[in-house]
C-alpha cells in the first residue's frame, strides 16, 4: 500500500520572496510549529557557498543546518537544499549521523551552455554532484528542474542514470508552473515503470496556471505501491506565482488519507511568520506569471515586470512572444530592461504613425479578445 508525505518547503522556496531573511527568531518558530502540525519532511533552507547568518536560511555547511536541530522529533525527517550550479564544498559537507539533517535535495539540470555558449549535457555534472552527498550518508532527493523539457527516452535515461546511486526520491518538477495533470500523470507513470520500487517519486508544482492544487490531488490518487512525497508550503510562500499551500493540502490528506496534520499550527506559522511578510512582498498568481508560463519562460521575468510601474499584462505577452527560446529562458534584468524599452519604442513610433501597436493583436502569441 502506498505512503504519501508531506514536505514542507517554506524555509527554502518561501526564501526567493524575501532572500531567506525570515529572521531567526521566526525561523526557530517555523520549524518548532510545523514539528507540531505532524510533518513528514522539514526542509530547513538552501546549502550555498556563501556568508551566512542566523537571520537567514541559507546555509554554507551541514554544521550550520544541523544548529537548527538540537533535538530531532521522532519520525520526522529533515531536509536541506542544493544546487549542482551553486554548489557547496564537500568539505563543508559533515558526515551524517544520528543529529544531523536526514535529506539533501540537489537540483538536477539537463543541460546548460558552456563557455563557447554551446548546449551541452549537464545531467552527468549532476551525477558526480549527488554521489558526493550519498558517500557521505545522506538520503539524496534528486531534483530534476523542468521536467516538461524532457522527451520520454530522455526522461528514462535520466531516471536510470540517477537511480544507479539508490537516492530515497527523485522528483517530478514542474519549476515554471507549465504543466498541466495529463503531463504530471505521464511523468510520474514513465516513473513509475522505471524506477525500483523502494525509491520514492516526488512532486513539487508552482501556481503559475493555479494547478499546483489539482496536480497534486491526481498525484496522491495514482495507482501504485511506491511511496510518494509532496512539497507544499504555508499559504504558497514560494518563488514566483508561489507553491502548493500547506495548509490546503494537508486539510485534504487529512480526510482523504487519513493523515493527522495539526492545521492549526501550520496556521500559527502564518499569524506569527507570514502574515507580516504578505504586507511587504507579493506572491501567488497574477497576469505576469501566467504569461511566463504560457511561454515557458523564466518567472524571474515576471516578477521584474511586476515591479515596473504601468507595464500591461499584454505588453509582456508580446514582450515575451518576441523572444527567442534562450533568452525566455535565460532570465537578465538587463535583458527584461531592454526588451521593454524596445517596446515602448516600437509603441512611440506606432502612436506618431496614428496606430498604437499594443492594440495588434494578430502579431501576438493567442488572441487577446
Not at 546548460?112 to 555534472?125: F, I, M, P, W, Y
Request: hydrophobic share 35%.
Amino acid at each position: 500500500m502506498k505512503k504519501i508525505k508531506l514536505l514542507d518547503c517554506t524555509l527554502r522556496d518561501g526564501g526567493y520572496i524575501n532572500n531567506w531573511d525570515f529572521g531567526e527568531e521566526h525561523i526557530e518558530s517555523t520549524i518548532h510549529l510545523l514539528e507540531k502540525a505532524n510533518i513528514d519532511i522539514l526542509e530547513l533552507g538552501f546549502l550555498r557557498d556563501e556568508a551566512s547568518n542566523p537571520n537567514r536560511t541559507i546555509f554554507q555547511t551541514t554544521k550550520e543546518v544541523n544548529a537548527l536541530i538540537p533535538k530531532k522529533k521522532k519520525g520526522l525527517l529533515y531536509a536541506a537544499m542544493t544546487e549542482v550550479f551553486r554548489p557547496v564544498p564537500m568539505e563543508n559537507i559533515e558526515e551524517r549521523n544520528e543529529k544531523s539533517v536526514d535529506i539533501i535535495r540537489i537540483i538536477v539540470w539537463k543541460d546548460k551552455h558552456d563557455e563557447s555558449g554551446k548546449l551541452v549535457d549537464a545531467l552527468q555534472e549532476g551525477y558526480e554532484y549527488c554521489k558526493g552527498f550519498a558517500e557521505k550518508g545522506y538520503d539524496i532527493f534528486v531534483q530534476p528542474a523542468r521536467v516538461e523539457q524532457y522527451s520520454d527516452e530522455e526522461f528514462i535515461a535520466m531516471l536510470k542514470l540517477y537511480s544507479s546511486l539508490n537516492p530515497k526520491a527523485i522528483y517530478i518538477v514542474d519549476s515554471w508552473g507549465t504543466m498541466y495533470s495529463e503531463q504530471v500523470y505521464h511523468y510520474l507513470k514513465l516513473a513509475d515503470e522505471n524506477l525500483p520500487e523502494e525509491i520514492s517519486i516526488g512532486f513539487h508544482g508552482h501556481n503559475n496556471l493555479m494547478q499546483a492544487f489539482s496536480n497534486a490531488v491526481d498525484f496522491i490518487h495514482f495507482d501504485t505501491k511506491r511511496e510518494l512525497i509532496l512539497d507544499s508550503s504555508i499559504y504558497g510562500m514560494g518563488r514566483g506565482a508561489g507553491n502548493l499551500n500547506t495548509e490546503i493540502i494537508a486539510k485534504y490528506l487529512n480526510e482523504t488519507e487519513n493523515k493527522h496534520y495539526d492545521i492549526r499550527s501550520f496556521f500559527e506559522v502564518y499569524e506569527k511568520s507570514i502574515r507580516e511578510l504578505t504586507k511587504k512582498y507579493l506572491w501567488g498568481y497574477s497576469p505576469e506569471y501566467f504569461f511566463t508560463a504560457y511561454h515557458h519562460a523564466n518567472p524571474q521575468y515576471g516578477t521584474w515586470y511586476s515591479e515596473q510601474e504601468e507595464v500591461k499584462s499584454t505588453e509582456i505577452e508580446r514582450i515575451l512572444s518576441a523572444a527567442s527560446y534562450e533568452d525566455r529562458v535565460m532570465y537578465s534584468a538587463s535583458k527584461a530592461e531592454q526588451f521593454l524599452h524596445e517596446l515602448k519604442e516600437k509603441n512611440s513610433i506606432g502612436e506618431r504613425n496614428g496606430t498604437n501597436i499594443t492594440q495588434i493583436t494578430k502579431v501576438c502569441a493567442f488572441p487577446l479578445t
